[in-house]
């Protein structure tokens, strides 16, 4: 069974600092996810990465996928209090599995 | 362009009674994903449709869970007998799945429905 593990699991933060939360695997993945939920909703996807090495930008938000394909950070700059919500990574693999999640909290 | 919707929102029964979800995908969309989120993790997959065909209910508990989705289109996902470990957030999600490009496998998620066994 693939597994996917993320840290830290909880980061409370101030607004206008930095962060990185990580995303980590023993296993291969095809694919990588990182997705948004808020509670009360359902996951919202971010972005999908595919090649190792790959680094992609949404706005203050950077994404990078491992060259092994079996890790991935989310780095945020400038936080703000919208960017608080739990954050997923999901790989897909021989099967499609979510990591625990990082719990953000942007403080204002 | 609409998007998953998931009824009902809320539902509370308890243990050894059944519940049934039910879940509506976005249009045209061939993949169909069950979800259970329990409070603090991550969502685990609990059974994939391709159309009105099974992909993967490996980590579906079959003595008590069953889904179905007759016409490829919308689901239902039921519990019976319900425990108290099966509170959680049950969420769908659809995919195009055309297996095409990265963006062929992005899932849209719905709200979700919460679970609470007592």
């Known amino acids: 069974t693939q597994l996917l593990e993320q840290s830290p699991q909880f980061l409370s933060i101030q607004e206008g600092e930095n962060l990185t939360v990580y995303c980590n695997s023993s296993?291969?993945?095809?694919?990588l996810q990182w997705y948004r939920q808020e509670p009360g909703e359902g996951p919202v996807l971010l972005v999908t990465?595919?090649?190792?090495?790959e680094v992609k930008k949404l706005k203050r938000l950077t994404f990078q996928f491992g060259d092994a394909r079996k890790d991935s950070s989310l780095h945020i700059t400038a936080a703000q209090p919208g960017d608080t919500g739990l954050y997923l990574c999901?790989?897909?693999?021989?099967?499609?599995?979510f990591g625990p999640g990082t719990r953000l909290s942007v403080l204002p | 362009e609409a998007g998953v919707a998931q009824s009902p929102r809320y539902k509370i029964i308890e243990k050894r009674q059944s519940v049934a979800f039910w879940c509506n995908p976005i249009?045209?969309?061939?993949?169909l994903y069950w979800y259970q989120q329990i409070l603090g993790q991550g969502p685990k997959l609990l059974i994939q449709?391709?159309?009105?065909?099974?992909?993967?209910d490996s980590q579906l508990p079959k003595d008590r869970f069953s889904a179905e989705r007759l016409k490829g289109v919308d689901s239902t996902l039921k519990i019976q007998p319900a425990k108290l470990e099966d509170s959680a957030v049950y969420l769908c999600?659809?995919?195009?799945?055309?297996?095409?490009?990265?963006?062929?496998?992005?899932?849209?998620f719905g709200p979700g429905t919460r679970l609470t066994v007592t």
């Open positions: 449709f391709q159309n009105n065909g099974v992909v993967d």
């Open positions: 999901a790989g897909r693999g021989q099967n499609f599995v």
């Open positions: 249009s045209g969309h061939a993949t």
């Open positions: 296993s291969v993945f095809s694919s």
């Open positions: 999600a659809s995919s195009f799945t055309s297996g095409v490009g990265r963006d062929s496998y992005e899932q849209y």
């Open positions: 990465v595919v090649t190792g090495g």
